[in-house]
């Protein structure tokens, strides 16, 4: 039997290791943009088409190739960065394994532009499948120019296992995030299907992030500084209230290459212990130079992790490091974290004379009958539309002093547990319905009804109203949109301003209306559920929410009803006077289920006569 055994041909064993280099279209951005870099450029222009898919071209001013070194660079294992195996631990280049251009030309179409400064012609070169197809001298601008055509081309199934543009262009916004923020002194440009994305001037750190995630960014960064024998670590952190519920703008980079860790982000929210709300993640932008012999990045050519010799030194230096930072900069929580307590009684009562309680029994009370209300608990939506102006009129709707806070702290502690569920869903059929007069205990109204003393959970009971009045509206037409005679401008970062625009048909069927600026968004419609002050909140909730993933239309339109209610009901009771909360529960107790939040959360309790009697 003859020896089995064979060495794969060059463009297979090329294939297969641009399986590892190049995933999608970013990893050929990223390592593109990484050579620039290592190439001394100081401007970068990357244009796309199709999220990359058919055409990605980035030019630098950089140092140039000759026509040898052209040739060669597309060679697998050609690098001029490392020349013994001691560089390998005194890198200061990005890319040193030789591999990016080989695997990019073995899964696309590739031209490469480039000329070295003082040369009098540049080198063409076109390569598909890693053959050349042409090389021939050229004129053209000094640095190089790459321009790569219909990635994998050649390999159906990777072509196929790419996602949806939308998902493709946001790996890429991700990759250029990084690199712009790890080299604000070099200018970049993003270019997608002849739309201009980011236009970065080469400035100060400071100005690049506020140039990346937009101007409210600006009085939000507290500068972090600090240089030890082990680790200089610099770099802003946000005061907590840029804090965002999701993790989104946590940026960590060594010797300016971005990487993933756990460890040393726990260090950073170890060192926010206390000053910000629950599950919510600070923002960080912290660059760490540590000498490149302690460092291991000869890991996975795709990874972002990165190993770190001294790495319990370096985080308990990076946490107090970010608490002396914060400390310094007097960060206080600008959250009010106490919640209301006192005992709340509107004006009109408290300087009443205490009356002493009289319990009436009402002897010809009979629990099996239904409670004769008269009302119609199914003509929420005739009432809709008015009450959805009332809202305005009568201050309902969410005001812009109670702001942020109301709202995050929503998961308020539990109504003291005085009923089982099955005698809850029994006491809802014989409700009765409260009448005046109403006392407010903190965020509880609490009133007389027949079977004792009613505990409303205000702030549940209004987002449920108005969850359950919009979704009603919103299933025979769309959200009333409410015009603004001044359009407002929010400023957002090119990712939310992608996610945003993702799910433009539903916004602006719920009411949104908006043009885009750069990044900036003018706000010309809002929902008429919102007012001026709770719009920033609210787009911000829905950013948050389109950030964690892909939803389908159906989650949306829940979502953004749901968010909108939440933001609308971020109401203190306290800025309402007795005839409004009177008014309020009359609308509330129109509902078909009073009882309970959508997520199971007790919004009504009763403490029966007995229970009150037992009290003394
Ligand atoms: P590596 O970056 O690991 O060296 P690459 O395959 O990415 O490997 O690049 C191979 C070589 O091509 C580089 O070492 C560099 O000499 C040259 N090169 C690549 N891109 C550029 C560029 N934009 N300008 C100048 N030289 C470049
Ligand atoms: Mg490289």
């Known amino acids: 039997m003859s020896d089995l055994i064979r060495l794969l041909p060059d463009h297979i064993a090329n294939q297969i290791a641009a399986g590892e280099v190049v995933q999608r279209p970013a990893s050929v951005i990223k390592e593109l943009v990484e050579n620039c870099i290592d190439a001394g450029a100081t401007k970068i222009d990357i244009v796309i088409k199709d999220a990359?898919?058919?055409?990605?071209?980035?030019?630098?001013?950089?140092?140039?190739?000759?026509p040898v070194d052209a040739r060669m660079a597309f060679e697998r294992h050609a690098t001029s960065k490392i020349q013994a195996a001691e560089d390998l631990y005194a890198l200061t280049t990005k890319g040193f394994r030789g591999e990016a251009l080989a695997s990019i030309a073995a899964v696309a179409q590739v031209t490469l532009k480039t000329k070295r400064p003082g040369d009098d012609f540049g080198t063409s070169i076109q390569i598909e499948a890693n053959k050349i197809i042409q090389q021939e001298p050229v004129q053209c601008a000094e640095g190089a120019s790459f321009e790569v055509k219909n990635l994998f081309y050649n390999i159906p199934a990777r072509r196929n296992f790419l996602k949806s543009d939308n998902i493709e262009f946001k790996h890429i916004i991700d990759d250029v995030e990084r690199v712009?923020?790890?080299?604000?002194?070099?200018?970049?440009?993003?270019?997608?299907n002849e739309q201009e994305i980011y236009n970065l001037f080469a400035v100060p750190l400071r100005k690049r992030i506020v140039d990346v995630f937009g101007k409210n960014y600006s009085d939000k960064l507290v500068p972090v500084n600090e240089v030890t024998d082990i680790v200089r670590i610099e770099g802003f952190v946000c005061k907590p209230e840029a804090a965002r519920k999701t993790r989104g703008e946590q940026f960590f980079f060594v010797n300016n290459r971005f990487f993933r860790d756990n460890y040393f982000n726990h260090a950073v929210s170890a060192a926010f212990e206390d000053i910000l709300p629950p599950k919510h993640f600070p923002t960080y932008f912290?660059?760490?130079?540590?000498?490149?012999?302690?460092?291991?990045?000869?890991?996975?050519?795709?990874?972002?992790?990165?190993?770190?010799?001294?790495?319990?030194?370096?985080y308990s230096i990076l946490r107090s490091t970010v608490m002396a930072a914060l400390g310094k900069y007097n960060i206080k929580p600008t959250l009010d974290f106490e919640r209301e307590t006192s005992f709340d009684v509107p004006a009109e009562i408290r300087n009443q004379?205490?009356?002493?309680?009289?319990?009436?029994?009402?002897?010809?009370?009979?629990?099996?009958?239904?409670?004769?209300?008269?009302?119609?608990?199914?003509?929420s939506n005739a009432s809709g539309k008015a009450f959805t102006?009332?809202?305005?009129?009568?201050?309902?709707?969410?005001?812009?002093?109670?702001?942020?806070?109301?709202?995050?702290?929503g998961d308020m502690d539990e109504l003291p547990e005085i009923t089982t569920e099955s005698e809850q869903q029994e006491l809802h059929e014989k409700l009765s319905r409260p009448t005046g007069p109403f006392l407010r205990k903190g965020h509880l109204v609490l009133c007389s009804v027949e079977e004792g003393l009613m505990v409303i959970h205000?702030?549940?009971?209004?987002?449920?109203?108005?969850?359950?009045?919009?979704?009603?509206?919103?299933?025979?037409?769309?959200?009333?949109?409410?015009?603004?005679?001044?359009?407002?401008?929010?400023t957002c970062g090119m990712q939310d301003k992608l996610v945003w625009e993702n799910h433009k048909n539903l916004l602006e069927r719920v009411g949104f209306q908006w043009t885009w600026n750069e990044v900036e968004m003018e706000i010309s419609g809002i929902?008429?559920?919102?007012?001026?002050?709770?719009?920033?909140?609210?787009?911000?909730?829905?950013?948050?929410?389109?950030?964690?993933?892909?939803?389908?239309?159906?989650?949306?339109?829940h979502v953004i009803i749901d968010l909108i209610a939440r933001a609308a009901s971020n109401v203190r009771i306290q800025s309402m006077n007795e005839s409004e909360i009177e008014q309020f529960i009359e609308h509330y107790f129109e509902l078909d289920n009073v009882m309970f939040t959508a997520k199971g959360k007790k919004i009504i309790g009763i403490i029966s006569n007995q229970q009150l009697l037992n009290v003394l």
Request: proline residues 7%.
């Open 52 to 66: 990359g898919r058919t055409l990605i071209q980035v030019t630098d001013n950089g140092k140039g190739m000759s």
């Open 458 to 490: 205000f702030q549940r009971a209004n987002e449920k109203l108005l969850y359950e009045r919009s979704m009603t509206n919103f299933m025979y037409q769309p959200l009333e949109s409410q015009q603004l005679l001044f359009p407002l401008t929010k």
């Open 286 to 314: 912290l660059f760490f130079e540590v000498d490149p012999k302690h460092i291991d990045v000869n890991v996975h050519p795709t990874k972002t992790e990165i190993k770190f010799e001294e790495d319990k030194a370096i």
């Open 353 to 379: 004379p205490a009356v002493e309680p009289v319990i009436r029994v009402n002897p010809f009370y009979n629990p099996f009958e239904a409670p004769s209300t008269g009302h119609s608990r199914n003509n």
């Open 180 to 192: 712009a923020l790890a080299h604000p002194d070099i200018a970049f440009r993003l270019i997608h």
């Open 389 to 409: 102006s009332a809202l305005h009129n009568q201050g309902f709707g969410a005001s812009g002093s109670s702001g942020f806070q109301g709202f995050w702290s």
């Open 527 to 557: 929902p008429s559920l919102l007012n001026e002050q709770s719009i920033h909140l609210a787009i911000d909730m829905l950013l948050e929410r389109f950030q964690m993933g892909e939803i389908d239309a159906g989650e949306i339109v």
